[in-house]
């Protein structure tokens, strides 16, 4: 039996990586699972986040991106690049371009607003709805007093501003979509937008908020595994 590839998760909006360890403990059972994290400290865009995270990427072995919401971008980006051993994408609660209604103009009225959160408590009903358990919580504040809001206000107009259509075009790669039938971040026109670009997509819903992998972390390691096995890659 060959070797199953190497799991590579991009994070979201945060970079840290660290809400991604109850999904990474599901998916090494049966994957080598790679959990990358960006600079805390800046943001220059997605390609040049591209240029840092590429250098992580195996060299010598299969492996798939795993990519959530902000990150989707990016994993088109670099599946652009055509490393040699990318075999698959997974998008989760994620887009390629325009996230939201508008999203550009709403980008260009953010750009000029004083850089600051949303209050706390509409932050996580918008993210995980109300299956935030207190450890989802907890986290989620130390992860976002870690990181200047300069930063995740960079990332966030970067996001509005994507434009990954054409690059995910072009790719000749599997792709799943996960979308979270309670996600009220990411509607689901981002979802259509990945079918009917991508050459060869699937879409899969779970009942889950915006964080999917973090609030319906066995489903979505399932549907994920069920994915690369159809596809002959697990």
Do not use: N
Request: overall charge positive; some cysteine.
């Amino acid at each position: 039996m060959e070797r199953a590839p190497t799991l590579c998760l991009l994070p979201g909006l945060d970079g840290t990586g660290r809400l991604y360890r109850h999904l990474a403990r599901r998916l090494d059972e049966d994957f080598t699972v790679r959990v990358m994290a960006y600079d805390s400290g800046r943001f220059d865009g997605y390609a040049a986040l591209a240029d840092r995270i590429a250098t992580q990427l195996p060299r010598d072995e299969d492996f798939v991106l795993i990519a959530e919401s902000f990150a989707g971008p990016l994993a088109v980006e670099l599946a652009g690049r055509r490393p040699p051993g990318l075999r698959a994408l997974v998008l989760a609660a994620s887009f390629v371009s325009s996230p939201l209604p508008a999203s550009r103009l709403l980008a260009g009225v953010l750009a000029h607003m004083p850089a600051m959160l949303p209050p706390g408590l509409l932050l996580e009903r918008l993210l995980a709805g109300r299956g935030a358990g207190g450890e989802l919580r907890d986290e989620l504040r130390a992860i976002l007093r870690s990181i200047p809001t300069p930063v995740l206000r960079a990332r966030a107009l970067a996001a509005l501003r994507s434009d990954a259509g054409g690059v995910l075009k072009a790719l000749d790669l599997p792709v799943l979509y996960l979308e979270g039938t309670r996600d009220w971040l990411i509607g689901r026109h981002a979802g259509r937008e990945v079918l009917r670009l991508a050459r060869d997509a699937e879409l899969h819903r779970i009942d889950a908020p915006h964080f999917l992998f973090q609030v319906s972390t066995a489903p979505a390691a399932t549907a994920i595994v069920d994915f690369l096995k159809r596809r002959r890659l697990a």
